[in-house]
């Protein structure tokens, strides 16, 4: 697991924090079943307060990537569960709002829009 | 109830007074204490270790008064501050000496490897350690005992950035197991910045403010612009306006009405910051 | 128990002091020798002063720092000046063993030196009596440092060491008037030795009352 938290950010610091774990769980870098370090020991690593991280991973917890589990500690949850596959949906949503407003800007229609989609997802199938 | 509470500390001098000073710090955490010299820091810390008795309010250590039981309540206190109050002629010898008499709590074997670990010489007389020296032997006399709180009063002031990096690891270690807590009253508010938990302000003798520090930092913008974009609305929004001839800096609060100016740079404060702009802004 | 830590600590705090208890007895016991009407007694008053220049370390080697050293043990509030006491207890007999011993030398070496009795009458009580004034000094001495919390540091110093000086000229005055002295034997002595140790209770008492108040 890497997490670096850069003071010059705009985000604070558990948002940091959280992201980086969310991104690396999201891409598989973190592999569901790992046990995360404790929300102490994870403050003492990288030299941050407890509330921090504590923050950090009451976001994670509560968007459905983690779960604390007696005995075990900090554990990240399986890929498969609900509440994270709203998150993965809802970043398709930001990005397509994204693609939709720029082809709006470049006065691309619907259509061309639709065919840009089918050419990319073929690329990438063809991966 | 949290491990140290402190309600309504008063105390009286010729030219200064404590007033109604009341915090909770829950077990496991850290909290800074900070501001100017003179704000009332030492005279808050005294009160809590009993150095100095307060004219009226009370102070529970994991419950306990000083009145009710004396012996176990200094017990619970490991203190640390900027200078030493080890007496001078006696040597580390005599010092493990006297912690292994009062303290039966205290690691011998303990204090001797970190005594190596950080080469404190063993037969000097105290007056002969280096303030780092003398700072490094009162942790090791904190750290090899049972305490409930360390309390530190300026300890890491006048140190090198590596010796307080060491330091404030191991008060990152001392807090791990989320039983003891930590009380760090300072001035070089770097030290806090990254691993305070909470940040008591304190100003001629009274509260600021005491908030996590997270919410703190959230809580405000450092925001710089051009002298031209400083309206008068502006001004008597922001906090503790520097002003300069090409620019002004200030505080902006982040839960303020009047949204910011895009025109204006923003960016997030330091704690350091933050504070010397609340206390322009007090003038 | 802790007032004998304190006393303890009070001993390691000074220790490197102490070579004074040896100094003293030897001046004393070369000035015996050499003058011709030497007095023992004088030379154990003389050793004794030093006991109560001693049992006075513990407070002046001590800043304002260190004693928030003391006050940090954890200990009932009162009981590190009872530790100061007995420590000042134990220097004035030391002193008092050592005087005796470097008299009791000279003896050996000057058999016409006595020291019991002089021209006749019997001082032995005399002995007892000297620790028991020095006692109260040494008493009145601590209680003065503890009732005192000067800010000015040299005042602190002169004031220490009056109680110490009149005991040095008291005594010497004393002793020309136990020219014409009945006996004194070691019954009064014993008699005179044990109130001054009830004085010195008391004035530990006092002190600790005091330093209780303070809410030490």
Redesign the interface.
Same mark, same amino acid.
């Given at each position: 697991m890497k997490i670096i938290i850069r003071?010059q950010s705009?985000l604070? #610091?558990?948002a940091q924090i959280a992201e980086q774990i969310r991104e690396q769980i999201l891409t598989g870098t973190i592999p569901e079943g790992a046990v995360l370090p404790s929300i102490? /020991?994870l /403050?003492?690593e990288i030299?941050?307060?407890? #509330?921090?991280t504590t923050?950090a991973y009451g976001d994670l917890e509560k968007e459905g990537f983690i779960a604390a589990v007696q005995g075990t500690g900090t554990v990240v949850l399986s890929r498969d569960n609900e509440l994270l596959r709203e998150q993965y949906l809802k970043r398709v949503e930001d990005s397509l709002m994204d693609a939709i407003s720029t082809a709006r800007t470049a006065g691309l229609d619907k259509k061309e829009l639709f065919d840009v989609l089918e050419a990319l997802w073929a690329s990438e199938e063809e991966v | 109830m949290e491990l140290l509470e402190v309600r309504g500390i008063t105390k009286k001098y010729a030219k200064f007074t404590l007033r109604d000073i009341s915090f909770s710090l829950p077990a %496991?955490?850290?909290m800074g204490y900070v501001g100017r010299n003179g704000a009332g820091k030492t005279t808050t810390l005294s009160a809590i270790t009993r150095l100095i008795r307060p004219d009226s309010g009370t102070v529970t250590i994991d419950g306990l008064r000083f009145e009710d039981d004396p012996i176990a309540y200094r017990d619970s206190i490991g203190y640390i501050g900027d200078s030493s109050y080890f007496p001078r002629r006696m040597t580390l010898r005599d010092i493990r000496t006297v912690l292994k008499d009062f303290y039966p709590s205290f690691d011998a074997a303990a204090f001797d490897a970190l005594a190596e670990k950080w080469e404190l010489p063993d037969k000097a007389q105290i007056q002969t350690y280096s303030r780092g020296m003398k700072v490094k032997l009162m942790f090791a006399a904190a750290l090899c005992r049972e305490t409930k709180i360390l309390i530190l009063d300026e300890a890491t002031t006048g140190l090198d950035p590596r010796v307080r990096r060491e330091i404030?690891?191991l008060l990152?270690?001392y807090?791990?197991? %989320?039983k003891h807590s930590v009380l760090f009253s300072t001035h070089i508010m770097e030290d806090l910045q990254?691993?305070?938990?909470?940040i008591f302000f304190i100003e001629r003798g009274e509260k600021v403010f005491c908030e996590? =520090?997270?919410d703190i930092?959230?809580s405000y913008l450092l925001v710089k612009g051009g002298p031209e974009e400083l309206t008068p609305e502006l001004e008597r929004l922001l906090i503790g306006v520097e002003k300069h001839d090409y620019g002004f800096q200030a505080l902006y609060p982040t839960d303020s009405a009047l949204a910011l100016p895009p025109a204006l740079s923003a960016e =997030?404060p330091t704690i350091d910051q933050i504070v010397v702009h609340i206390l322009e802004g007090r003038e | 128990m802790r007032i004998l830590k304190f006393a303890h600590l009070d001993y390691l705090k000074t220790s490197r002091m102490n070579y004074m208890l040896l100094l003293f007895p030897i001046l004393a016991a070369v000035m015996l020798l050499a003058s011709a009407d030497g007095s023992a007694l004088f030379a154990v008053g003389y050793c004794l002063f030093a006991g109560i220049v001693l049992a006075a370390f513990p407070y002046n080697l001590t800043s304002e720092s260190e004693r928030g050293f003391l006050q940090m043990l954890p200990a009932r509030p009162g009981e590190a000046v009872l530790g100061h006491f007995l420590y000042g207890l134990c220097m004035v007999l030391a002193s008092f063993a050592v005087g005796m011993l470097a008299v009791v030398i000279c003896h050996l070496v000057q058999p016409a030196l006595t020291i019991l009795r002089v021209d006749g009458t019997d001082v032995s009580g005399l002995y007892l009596a000297l620790i028991g004034v020095a006692l109260l000094f040494t008493g009145l001495q601590s209680l003065l440092m503890t009732a005192l919390r000067l800010e000015n540091i040299h005042l602190v110093q002169i004031i220490r060491i009056v109680p110490a000086f009149v005991f040095f000229f008291g005594f010497n005055k004393g002793l020309d008037m136990t020219e014409a002295m009945p006996d004194f034997g070691i019954g009064p002595g014993l008699a005179a030795l044990g109130a001054c140790l009830g004085i010195y209770g008391l004035l530990a008492l006092i002190s600790r009352a005091i330093t209780i108040r303070r809410g030490e």
């Open positions: 003071s705009e604070p #610091i558990y102490r /020991a /403050a003492r030299g941050v307060s407890v #509330i921090t923050r | %496991g955490y850290i404030l690891k990152q270690d807090i791990a197991d %989320g990254d691993i305070a938990d909470y996590p =520090k997270d930092l959230e =997030k | -």
